[in-house]
């Protein structure tokens, strides 16, 4: 496989479905794949935010992943706001990118739409997606639903930039990874799990304690009927449990359904199985907090080790485009 590249935005809290859909893809290959992995401190700017908040979250992300596994000698750990390299390579493609190409992006309609004040960074965001793709040569993005706008939008403007100012940038693919799990709200089984929507209640964070985890599991919401069947369509609520318990277990949802006589009893096995895959990660958070200038030191390395080809990528970039080098 090529290099892949995987983000995550310092929005919110990092959750089960982040782990499940992005970081366990993540350490299931890293030691056959090349992944950069990033803290997308930049693109949480497009939203209102709390700069102290801000700061603390980047920080904790980075040693939930390095709790969680991420090996930061294989894959290499970097926040976003680090590499300046973004930022410039952002410009020249905006330059590159139509107005209309865009404002066209439903996740800046919907975004937009749900606010006050929008950030001009709001409409500009998939542009710096694109800046972070293209900056580090990226053969691969692993890309949910919600994001694959985004990347035909990457591949639009690396093929026009390359036709029109020369071989410049590696047009990227979208990967769809084999373990990954799509999990959903508790709350609205209809959305997804996520880290700034709108139903907290829905989200387990990766460090919610084991009383949470199971408060909210107990709660979540569930479809009418009680046998307990596999059916994403018609009992998405149940089906969302399952999956969740297929993940931690590594059994098969549609086998599982048939270990439960009801509801209770699928949601008491749930709240087992996320406690105790959330347990060794919380365990090895606690340790790695006793030093966070050991974190900070594994995000400076990850820094210092993607600038130079980083710098090469935008050195041809601005070369091609017409500035003086
Ligand atoms: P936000 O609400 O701020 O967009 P998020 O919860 O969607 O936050 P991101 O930082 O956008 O998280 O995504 C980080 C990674 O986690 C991405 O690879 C994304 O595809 C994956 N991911 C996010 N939510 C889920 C989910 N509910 N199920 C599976 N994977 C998810
Ligand atoms: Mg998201």
Redesign the pocket.
Known sequence: PGRRL????T??DL?L??L???IRPILADQHRAETRVFL?DLHALTVEHDPARLRARTVQQATILLAAGLDPVRTALFVQSQVPEHTELHYLLECATGYGEAHRMIQFKEKSAAQQQVRLSLLTYPVLMTADILLHDTDEV???E??SQHLELTRAVATRFNAHYGPTFVVPRAVHPTV?????SLADPTA??????PTPAGTIFLLDPPDVVRRKISRAVTDSGSDVVYDPQHRPGVANLLEILAACTGGQPTALAGDFPSYGRLKAAVADAVVETLHPIQLRYAELTADPDGVRQVLADGAARVRPPAAATVHRARTAIGLLT
């Open positions: 995987t983000g995550f935005q929005t919110g959750h479905g982040n499940l859909g992005a997308a692993p890309v949910g919600d994001q990954a799990t799509r999990v959903m997804k799990m996520s880290k700034s929507g």
